[in-house]
């Protein structure tokens, strides 16, 4: 009997060229007690024929897949809001989890997320108020919401609310949501920062962003309570910042030494260190100014390494800015470029691709626009380093014969890579479909027949 290898159904499940009566049987698969591959609920652009099976299907594990589909349209997922499972609609009230940048998921409808807001289950109302999908004037729209979970949420759009929303969450009967406004509305008011440090859950918080009065933070100075909070609030008086960027504790003088008023010679005046792996994250005025010119120019252009790091995050660097970081000798800032800037150039690339090898060196090259492609096999397809043969089966000149001799090649990740490429020669192609570590990357390969994905499915056990 011909060795079979089941990963090659989930190769078959993402192949491009899956036509749609094999999509349409892979998806009824299962309809009794199992369940077909997961790739095949996350395709894209699945056909209406496709949807109305998964909608339909009994097992509701397919039904959670596909509501968390990030390629799915909303309208499509939107369809689940009156699932019978309670699992089912709080996966969709949630949503794709995505961890690749560059990604961006369309939040649901308004209308949808409103009814998904009032569902009689309480996990899918949780789901929803932890989405990190939500569109910004639906988060607003919360501010009136008879439940007090999504008042509170609604406090995370405090700049869109009107003076009337404002005033009514801060005096809210539920105490929580009074707590979360008013540490949005001590950035401008000096009592109610005073209320809230008397409060321990909230009071490095309001110390770090709110309206102080120079005896309160005197006295905090004094007490050496919350310092590096209190180092980085924007109310602080000049002359307290200046004692606080001479101070013993390395993480205050550092959180100083990050204010956005302060200008270049006496930010790097001060005695800080930055961690070799901290990515300028906390940086807040950077971090809310990714798409302003005027902030990116000024993180950019500052010898501070984490303002640089944190500038680096930005997919809106102007082309100036982009060849400025270029330059700067940081591997977190090249990596930071590489993973967020659709023009980081490509030496930039390649030493990323160079430095952190595996799966994420595999993710960037198959996926970032700039990344090179021709004249790579000329140049890797005999590297020593199978990291960098691997980069040969991208070259649109490499041909047939270079892939197949990849396809043999001794690291897995390479062998993968070819077994995906169309133009592996067809004998080859069979041949890896039954091999184990080959066989899924065969399945998904376009170049694949439709006879011979059928054949899978035939051996996989799929009913016709």
Known sequence: MVAFHASALDGVARNPALPT???????????D????????????????????????????GVRIDFAMSARAEPAQRAR?????????????AFGPEVYVPRAEIAPLSDAVCARLLDDPDHS???????????????????????????????VRAWQALSASEQSALLADPDPEVRRVAELQECRRDARVTADLLRDPKSAAEALRRGLLDRAGAERCIAERTHLAYLAENPSLPADLVDRLAVDPDE????????????????????????????????????????????????????????LQRAAARSPHLPPDLLRLLARVEDPVVENLLGIHHPDTPEEVLMRVFARLGGTFSAW?????????????????????????????????????????RLSHDP?????????????????????????????SSAGANPALPEDEMAAVLDRAGVPA
């Open 124 to 154: 899918v109302r949780a789901a929803l108020l932890e989405s990190p999908h939500l569109a910004p004037p639906f988060v607003a729209s919360m501010a009136t919401h008879h439940r007090s979970a999504a008042r509170r949420e609604a």
């Open 411 to 439: 690291v897995v990740w390479t062998r993968q890579a070819a077994a995906r490429d169309p133009r592996l020669p067809f004998h080859r192609l069979r041949e890896a479909l039954l091999v184990s570590d080959l066989a």
């Open 364 to 404: 960037m090259a198959e996926t970032h626009p700039r990344f090179p492609r021709e004249g790579l096999a000329t140049r890797y397809a005999n590297h020593p380093d199978g990291n960098y043969r691997r980069l040969a089966v991208r070259d649109p000149a490499a041909t047939p014969e270079l892939i197949e």
């Open 80 to 92: 689940l809001a009156d699932d019978p499972s309670p699992k089912v609609r709080a996966a969709l």
């Open 21 to 31: 009566p094999l999509l349409l049987r892979m998806l009824a698969f299962g309809a």
């Open 251 to 306: 993480a205050v003088r550092l959180t100083v030494s990050l204010r956005p008023e302060l200008d270049e010679t006496r930010r790097m005046a001060i005695d800080f260190t930055a961690g070799d792996l901290d990515r300028g994250d906390g940086v807040w005025w950077v971090r809310v100014g990714l798409a302003n010119p005027e902030v990116m120019r000024r993180a950019a252009t500052s010898a501070h390494p984490l």
């Open 33 to 60: 007690s199992g369940r077909p591959p997961r790739d095949v609920l996350h395709r894209a652009g699945l056909p209406e024929s496709a949807v109305a099976l998964i909608l339909a299907h009994p097992n509701p």
